[in-house]
C-alpha cells in the first residue's frame, strides 16, 4: 500500500506563493499518475495538476501559468509550486497518486493541506 504525506500549506497574501510536497512510501510498482486537488467549503474537489509518469502535465484553466507541477523521482515526491496565490485558491489541497497493476487503476490520498490567501 502507498501512504502519501503532505506538506507545505499555510496561509498567504494574495500575490504569494507556496510550495506544497507530497512524498510517498511503501512498495510503488507502476505509477500512472500523481496529481494535486483541492476543496473548497461548499464546492467538489476539483483537479488542479496532474503529472504523469512520462513527465506530461495538465492544469486547470484558473491555474495556468501561477502553478507549477513537478517530480523528483529519486526521493518518490510530487510538488506542486504556488505563485501570483489569490483568494479564489484559498482550499484544502490533497495529492493523490494513482496505481496500475494488472490493467486496474487504485488511487491513494494524502491527509489534506490547508491554503489561505487573505490579505
Known amino acids: 500500500q502507498v501512504q502519501l504525506v503532505e506538506s507545505g500549506g499555510g496561509s498567504v497574501q494574495p500575490g504569494g506563493s507556496l510550495r506544497l510536497s507530497c512524498a510517498a512510501s511503501?512498495?510503488?510498482?507502476?505509477?500512472?499518475?500523481m496529481g494535486w486537488y483541492r476543496q473548497a467549503p461548499g464546492k467538489q474537489r476539483e483537479l488542479v495538476a496532474v503529472?504523469?509518469?512520462?513527465?506530461?502535465?495538465n492544469y486547470t484553466d484558473s491555474v495556468k501559468g501561477r502553478f507549477t507541477i513537478s517530480r523528483d523521482n529519486a526521493k518518490n515526491t510530487v510538488y506542486l509550486q504556488m505563485n501570483s496565490l489569490k483568494f479564489e485558491d484559498t482550499a484544502a489541497y490533497y495529492c493523490?497518486?494513482?496505481?496500475?497493476?494488472?490493467?486496474?487503476?487504485?488511487?491513494?490520498w494524502g491527509q489534506g493541506t490547508q491554503v489561505t490567501v487573505s490579505s
Open positions: 511503501g512498495r510503488i510498482v507502476s505509477v500512472y499518475a
Open positions: 503529472i504523469r509518469s512520462a513527465g506530461r502535465t
Open positions: 493523490n497518486a494513482r496505481i496500475v497493476l494488472a490493467g486496474t487503476y487504485y488511487d491513494y
